[in-house]
């Protein structure tokens, strides 16, 4: 079936440093979209990206991701990190013919020290 | 942005006792999901809905029901709580734009269950 894998549970950063969280993926199906949740401390999960077109660079909020299909990668990326940047962070995948389900990875903690 | 509660907030059931956890959207998304969170294991699903009176299991629903009677509302019921099932339950809502498979998903401020 379908995995979404982020080989990383904590990412400890100096402020003013640049990040990358790393998400690769796996599914059988070629028409599919990816995301990236942001969750703060005591706070729901929300969107931070989207995106489903290979090789395109999607930014907001200062991070940004680009969808490699070659490479089953959809890593999020930002150049320099704030002290705000610290939170619990999901990539996403949706792929499911006919379905709406997400499914996530296991998250991985950023935390900025600093 | 959508908006979406859950009541209650905190809750401590004892074993073998029956838990409702419920949800509100009120901003008419027909899609509408129940997860649980642990460390380690990120976001699983549990159910979902398509709509008012359609329930679906998602990847772990063993232990658990759910109810959508309106377009607004989607309960999670546990009929025998377990100690297994202390976790933080969060629900969400999508409004299926970007078409079926970029359906974003707005999440409820999540329920604490404490099952002892």
């Known amino acids: 079936g379908d995995s979404v894998t982020q080989t990383e549970g904590l990412v400890t950063v100096t402020e003013g440093l640049p990040v990358m969280l790393n998400c690769t993926y796996q599914?059988?199906?070629?028409?599919?979209?990816f995301f990236w949740y942001v969750q703060y401390l005591n706070e729901a999960p929300k969107l931070l990206l989207r995106?489903?077109?290979?090789?395109k660079r999607t930014e907001h909020q200062g991070f940004h991701a680009t969808l490699h299909k070659s490479s089953s990668s959809f890593h999020l990326q930002k150049s320099s990190v704030q002290l705000s940047d610290s939170a619990l962070y999901y990539c996403?995948?949706?792929?499911?013919?006919?379905?709406?389900?997400?499914?996530f990875g296991s998250g991985t903690q950023l935390t900025v020290m600093p | 942005e959508a908006a979406v509660t859950q009541s209650p907030r905190n809750k401590v059931a004892v074993t073998g006792g029956k838990v409702t956890l419920s949800c509100n959207q009120t901003?008419?998304?027909?899609?509408m999901y129940w997860y649980r969170q642990d460390t380690g294991h990120g976001l699983r699903l549990i159910h979902y809905?398509?709509?008012?009176?359609?329930?679906e299991k998602g990847d772990i629903p063993d232990g658990y029901k759910a109810s959508r009677p309106s377009q607004e509302n989607f309960s999670l019921i546990l009929e025998l709580a377990t100690p297994s099932q202390t976790s933080v339950y969060f629900c969400?809502?999508?409004?299926?734009?970007?078409?079926?498979?970029?359906?974003?998903?707005?999440f409820g401020p999540g329920t604490r269950l404490l099952v002892l």
């Open positions: 969400a809502s999508g409004d299926g734009t970007g078409g079926a498979r970029q359906d974003t998903q707005y």
């Open positions: 599914t059988a199906y070629s028409d599919v979209a």
């Open positions: 995106s489903s077109t290979d090789n």
């Open positions: 996403a995948l949706s792929a499911s013919s006919g379905s709406w389900q997400l499914i």
């Open positions: 901003n008419n998304h027909n899609n």
């Open positions: 809905s398509y709509g008012a009176g359609s329930t």
